[in-house]
Nanobody, 128 residues
């Protein structure tokens, strides 16, 4: 029903910026809450950011608050993660996720168990 493809990862110096994109397809996309998660080497997956279907409600992990911005363009069927002031501890594989179904509320989810569709991930490496 929904397919997600991340892009935009790469290698960047500490203090730099990177913009990740998640291209989505499927009939439920325009009313689908979305999220970004990451998993660093040897660590558990962690929540990064979430956004409601309209884009009006967002939430962030404390570790990225003030540095990362999640946004979406429902016309282009794309969700973004703008990452600024990057730190070596941001190094991880970043995944986008979509909640199945169609929403009229501004709900969003920080628990990965609430997401039904996942992208393949994109590697982000921050050098110091």
């Amino acid at each position: 029903q929904v397919q997600l493809v991340e892009s935009g990862g790469g290698l960047v110096q500490a203090g730099g910026s990177l913009r990740l994109s998640c291209a989505a397809s499927g009939r439920t996309f325009s009313r689908t809450p979305m999220g970004w998660f990451r998993q660093a080497l040897g660590k558990e997956q962690e929540f990064v950011a979430a956004i409601s279907w309209s884009g009006d409600n967002t939430d962030y992990a404390d570790s990225v608050k003030g540095r990362f911005t999640i946004s979406r363009d429902n016309v282009k069927n794309t969700v973004y993660l703008q990452m600024n002031t990057l730190k070596p501890e941001d190094t991880a594989v970043y995944y986008c996720a979509a909640r199945g179904g169609s929403y009229t509320s501004n709900d969003y989810y920080i628990n990965p168990l609430h997401y039904d569709y996942w992208g393949q991930g994109t590697q982000v490496t921050i050098s110091s």
